[in-house]
């Protein structure tokens, strides 16, 4: 399954509380994306809480977009990634 | 007369039993289901099935039915054993000649009244024959309405990649809840002891040689003798031990591909009724009411192929007498013995008339083999008799989806009739092989049509000759060649009405109709189509009906007369999905998905293209997968590249008209990458092909790509209105003309390449309603070159957020509903249908949590979705 990254603006700043509400909020999101067989990997924040970095793993682009709409989650861009692990090239530059 | 001792015991299948008796409640409940019940030859399939039977007693009406191991199986043929039960609501319906669809819909209708639920059973579906397998795909999809449980067997060992059984297993199994597949495990070591019993076997040794097949092992436990090599081994041994005239009965048994009678293994074998009876006391074959048979279909052809070739040759050839003394001898049958008698004279008697009667079942698989076999021994016909076989046999394989090897029959016919000098023969061969030649080379088949007219005009006008001109109407249509389209469908009008061939006639009407919409008066167009859907209307022709809707649905998209055309498709997809036209139903479908993508419904474009079953069709791919593509193109979003590529691809050698959207794609995408240079390069082949067609709106589009690469000033001749004002930088007409088809990505750069602020400002708007943002960060960027201050930056996308986790498509519908509209009327604004604006109103009260619309409204007031804000 294709990997993206997937960018979000929160204009008010993404305040996810640590608590069961905030808990209630990511099992929402990952219950949505459930139907359209999209995996939320994990996110990276900006310092000022405006923009997320998603990682996702999704069939396609459309059923990103879709499982955003499901939970009302804005999306600016999609990229296709690939995942590259400098330490995979250790051994090589033996 | 039974197997002495009776069936061995049933082990280790009462899970299965279970599982099987728990989908039958749920059919009581007025849930029908449908269970695929899989497993190698002898694992006991039919025997799970049979004690089910019996442990159900009255509680359940059983209908049975089994396909033939033909190699050419009787059309239809579990169905012809399920109407010889007088209740079971076909036995009147299953006549010579009857429509599937008739049968299947009165079998269903049956299945639908029951008081006691129904199982209906269908043995060994890997040897079905096509029309069987329409039948199972009609039956699977309407159970669930019925109080019947529907049990299909197959050897899942025996049906490979290219199995006609796949597709329908692939349609069935997946995604349907009422679907359930069980397979069928071989028996373990303990069960094989116990089938032992007191006989001192190696049970490891046991269940190595037979792998566990209940078959081989009861088989195989018959012996006196000590394990043998094979179950082949182990059949021929119990044979051997039998007399001269009871063997003789079981030979003869075994060229019967299921059963045989008793009094014609009787009379085949030469002997008395106490021989057969001897035969079933030693256990080789099976009694069954005025049938014998085998215990399995391996012991069958263990038997057969024993026996010398000569003696097998005989044997059918008696059977073949013997059948054909019958009142109303079974022609699947008869020709099922004649072929293998390798006699051309009988082969030549039956598997034409077979043939036909497969084809008029929908069979047109066994069709085609009967055909085939008639075409192999053709040696002693007439050229003119062989030149009919393998005309019939290229439709045949056509249909089938095998178009290579029917053009070559096709071309074998037309050779046959040269010399002959019956020019309309001659003239009807060509206008077939025509037809079947288009999708491989147009071009030799537009050559085909023109030598079938001038042959077929040196003899007086005919039916023969209006198909002709009709043949050539069409490829015209389709290449978009307006003027000699028109020139022959006027002929094909012409002659049918003169020699009253009201068929081609109306085919004319529908290509006249056809061809002004996509290149002429779309409202005469219009006008000419719904004739021909009124007309087949009421002669209850659904056939024409829907090949009409459809021309209707997919030239009103081509024309961009969106509310109606989408209204046609979806008129068209019911019609369809009710006559399992799936073919039509998925390019209806797809043509759905294009115009979605272009009234701006990106959301559905995609989603309604997802949904398209291509059914092997390439054009249905290239429309649904080119909207999905150029969704893409202007989202911005990853995909887009390899998308269009594939389709490019796949687009060699088919229509301009399936490939230009996806052309004015990849020119898109470049010129929204900045990549001008290459937007010319990819539009020129294109637009050029589009100036040698009358098609208004390639012209239109591929002359704008051209346009905008700087390749041309001026709009092509001929074309669509909003395109050549664009191109003549008529912006305010280009607007409004865009705004009144409803294009409203068209519309933004009509906008925003006027260049004042006003129309570039709403050009932005528009672009990022849309979220179209590369179009939208062009127009930031034209507004910042032409010194307008006060760009807006890139969308607050929060401000999207929807309330109460709405999505895009249920906020437009709420907005609509505080308007105070009904479904209709929502449906209507929206190109859906009502069905489909009540699904989303209900998921909107859910959401909100409210009871009624009025509450809805009122919620919505409170949100602050003000009113049309969708």
Known sequence: ?94 | MRTPGGDPPVLERDDLLAELRSYLDEASEGRGMMAFVAGEAGIGKTTLVRTLRQDLGDAVKVLWGACDPLSTPRPLSPLLDIAADRDSGISDVMTEGADPYDLFGALVAHLKSGVRPTMVVVEDLHWADQATLDFIRYVGRRVPETKSLVVATFRDDEIGPDHPLRPVLGDLASSRDWVRRLKLPPLSERALEVLAGDREVDVVDLHRITGGNAFFVTEILAGDESLPASVSDAVLARVNRLDTDARRVVEVTSIAPRALEVDYAVRLAGTDLAAAERSVHAGVVIGEGRFLRFRHELARSAVEESMLPARRIDFHRRMVDLLEDEVEPDLARLAHHAVRTGDAYLVHRFAPKAADQAAARGAHRQAAEFLEAAVTHAGGVSPGVEAELRMKLAWELFIINRPEVASEHAAAAVDLHRPSGDRIALGRALSARARIDWNLSPDEARATIQEAISVLLDEPPGQPLAYAYYQAAHFNMLARNHDLAIEFCGKCIETAESVGATDEREIGVLTLGTTELVTGDVDRGIELLLGVIERARTRDDYRRRLVALSMLGTGGGEARRYPDAARWLEEAIGLARGFDEDYTASYSTAWLARIAFEIGDWDRAASLAATVDHQGAVICRLTADGALARVRVRRGDPGAVELLEELRHLGEGQELQHRWPTTAGRAELAWLRGEMAKVEATARPDFERALNTDSPWAKGEMGFWMWRAGGIDEPPEGAAEPWARHIAGDWEAAIRAWQALGCPYEEAMARADSGTEENLRSALDIFQRLGARPAADWTRQLMRELGIEQVPPRPREATRVRPAMLTARQMEVLGLVTEGLTDAEIAERLFISPKTAGHHVSAILRKLGVRSRTEAAAAALKMGIASGSG
């Open chain 1, 1 to 94: 399954m294709p990997r993206y990254i997937v960018e979000r603006t929160f204009p008010d700043g993404l305040e996810i509380p640590t608590n069961p509400d905030g808990a209630q909020v990511c099992l929402t999101v990952v219950g949505n994306n459930a139907t359209e067989q999209v995996t939320w990997v994990q996110s990276f924040v900006s310092a000022d809480k405006e923009k997320t970095f998603c990682i996702y793993d999704g069939p396609t682009p459309e059923a990103i977009r879709r499982a955003a709409g499901l939970s009302s989650l804005p999306v600016d861009s999609i990229t296709e990634v690939r995942v590259l692990d400098p330490y995979f090239y250790v051994g090589a530059a033996r």
